[in-house]
């Protein structure tokens, strides 16, 4: 069995093929030809241990993630196996393919529910998920700005984005960021909302793909009371572990509120009706995910395509 790092999985898969992958995965599990495991959680002693995982037989593989988070800090491996034969195929560091697939699966959003003319981004966090977000929805939309939040940020950050994504970066504070985007993403650590949900520009299309647990959340209900529609990779793990959901106040999400990605994707739904609705897509990881990807890196491998 092989062990697969992250530099080969940066050389054997670039972002639209990710892009690709992610479309691929959610259509087969809209067409119940794919499983999850919802991530289960152990803790002892200030050290988490998480797994997750998925069956993908359209892409003849399936796998779990398993992954320790030590004083905020992730450790993650893949172990992927064969759903024609059930041997394993080879293991991952896994570090690269969660930077790409999380954003990947953001552009397969954005491409369904993003107005077709916007113009601005406005990130909060600009670490590796916020980069990796820019860097992908610059190359896969018509963007001309980003605007980026991040107390943390030094500054040469702005340059050095711009630089990556091919347009210009400026600093913004919270409100005035979101006020002004088309699209906002927030891939920050912050436990409490990171703007007013009453700034949110009309038609804007939200990302909110830093938050996974339950105490946590980067939206207010304001947000989520104006969202046309919440926008979820799958119900019952987002319900669980969103604390943007989990925390929202009786009447905030009603029934019909929340929406799976994956019937987005095939059409059963449509959440943006008119240029002024905003809509919400809340991202907490899901295996599917990270196995279709592992899947793609390994059969690349197979082929020979390192590039």
Not at 82 to 104: E, K, M, Q, Y
Not at 150 to 179: F, H, K, N, T, W
Not at 260 to 268: K, P, S
């Amino acid at each position: 069995m092989q062990h697969i790092t992250d530099a080969m999985v940066d050389q054997l898969v670039t972002a639209p093929d990710a892009q690709q992958a992610m479309l691929e995965a959610f259509t087969s599990f809209g067409n119940e030809r794919a499983a999850m495991q919802k991530r289960i959680r152990t803790e002892a002693g200030g050290v988490k241990l998480s797994t997750l995982g998925a069956v993908i037989p359209d892409q003849q593989v399936a796998g779990a993630k398993v992954y320790t988070t030590i004083e905020g800090r992730f450790s993650f491996v893949i172990l992927l196996f064969s759903t024609v034969d059930g041997r394993p195929l080879a293991s991952f560091d896994a570090g690269a393919i969660t930077r790409l697939r999380t954003a990947a699966c953001t552009v397969v959003a954005a491409r369904r529910l993003a107005r077709r003319d916007a113009a601005t981004l406005a990130l909060y966090g600009a670490g590796t998920q916020g980069v990796a977000h820019a860097e992908q929805l610059t190359s896969a939309l018509s963007l001309q700005r980003i605007l980026v939040s991040d107390p943390y940020a030094d500054a040469g950050m702005p340059r050095r984005l711009s630089a990556r994504c091919g347009i210009p970066v400026s600093v913004a504070e919270p409100d005035e960021a979101v006020a002004q985007a088309d699209i906002v993403v927030t891939a920050s650590r912050s436990t409490t909302p990171l703007f007013s949900g009453a700034a949110i520009r009309p038609g804007a299309f939200v990302a909110a793909i830093g938050s996974s647990l339950p105490h946590t959340r980067e939206l207010d209900d304001i947000a989520l009371s104006r969202a046309s529609a919440v926008v979820v990779e799958w119900r019952p793990q987002s319900t669980r572990e969103a604390g943007d959901i989990v925390q929202a106040a009786d009447g905030v999400l009603p029934d019909g509120k929340l929406v799976e990605l994956a019937d987005v994707v095939l059409g059963r739904v449509t959440p943006r009706r008119g240029d002024d609705d905003i809509v919400i897509y809340k991202s907490v990881g899901v295996g599917l995910e990270d196995i279709a990807l592992a899947g793609l890196a390994w059969r690349r491998l197979q082929q020979g395509s390192v590039r």
